[in-house]
């Protein structure tokens, strides 16, 4: 395995390489220079208070510390038909990502990953907010959401929130993120797939470039997610 270091990450990831926004080769531009990461790629985070186990997990998951201080925030409606704005969960840790409720490609791997960190959090769950943020202009309602995550599991989860808006408060929302979409009304819509750590404040932490996975890995992703979701608390 190549080891790459990255001392920090920019707010604004890069396009997606292939369908769903995941796998491929991930650029990043940093300190006038150029860091290629890819699936073989390891990350080395320098923060002292991580283990090594914890510096494994984020290799796997290519993580690395948020650099800037930007408190992130947004006003959108819950699968319930909820108005609901991300400042709701301050005191919380909160692991934002970015899902296609009609995808069949990357998106359940997700919903995988999510369904299996809440199990390793047990009782800690309750200081962790899982939130998705619909990037399908075409498949805009409530009820397709409740339908998704129904279908994976999600919404047996006490802390999952999926949220969805109009077409322009969604893509306010992407922009803000640094999330790029690419519509598709008759198929998968082409995104970029990051998990955003934020901490109690709403400034995020971390933020992990997401990749297929299968079998034991997703454990490990679940894993991954479960650790430092609680480290940004």
């Known amino acids: 395995m190549t080891t790459t270091e990255i001392n920090e990450i920019t707010p604004n990831p890069p396009e997606p390489a292939s369908k769903g926004g995941r796998g491929g080769v991930l650029s990043y531009v940093i300190g006038g220079s150029l860091i290629v990461a890819g699936v073989a790629v390891?990350?080395?985070i320098h923060d002292r208070t991580i283990?090594?186990?914890q510096n494994n997990l984020a290799n796997i998951m290519g993580l690395s510390p948020f650099v800037g201080t930007q408190q992130f925030n947004f006003n959108l409606t819950n699968e319930n038909g909820q108005q609901m704005s991300l400042s709701a969960f301050r005191?919380?840790?909160v692991v934002v990502q970015f899902m296609d409720p009609k995808c069949t490609d990357i998106c359940p791997i997700v919903a995988k990953e999510l369904v299996d960190a809440d199990k390793q959090l047990g009782s800690a769950?309750?200081?962790?907010?899982?939130?998705?943020?619909?990037?399908?202009?075409y498949h805009e309602s409530t009820a397709e959401l409740r339908q998704f995550s129904k279908s994976h599991g999600l919404s047996n989860l006490k802390n999952w929130y999926y949220f969805t808006g109009s077409t322009s408060q969604l893509k306010a929302v992407w922009k803000e993120f640094g999330i790029f979409v690419?519509?598709?009304p008759t198929g998968d819509v082409v995104h970029t797939s990051y998990y955003y750590f934020?901490?109690?404040n709403g400034q995020a932490k971390y933020v992990a470039q997401a990749a297929?996975?299968?079998?034991?890995?997703?454990e490990q992703w679940g894993q991954g997610i479960a650790v430092f979701?609680?480290?940004a608390l």
Not at 212 to 218: A, T
């Open 229 to 231: 979701s609680q480290k």
């Open 198 to 200: 934020l901490g109690p």
């Open 212 to 218: 297929r996975v299968s079998g034991s890995q997703i």
């Open 125 to 137: 769950a309750s200081n962790v907010a899982f939130v998705a943020v619909n990037v399908n202009q």
């Open 91 to 93: 005191g919380k840790s």
């Open 42 to 44: 390891g990350v080395i």
């Open 182 to 184: 690419q519509p598709n």
């Open 51 to 53: 283990t090594n186990q």
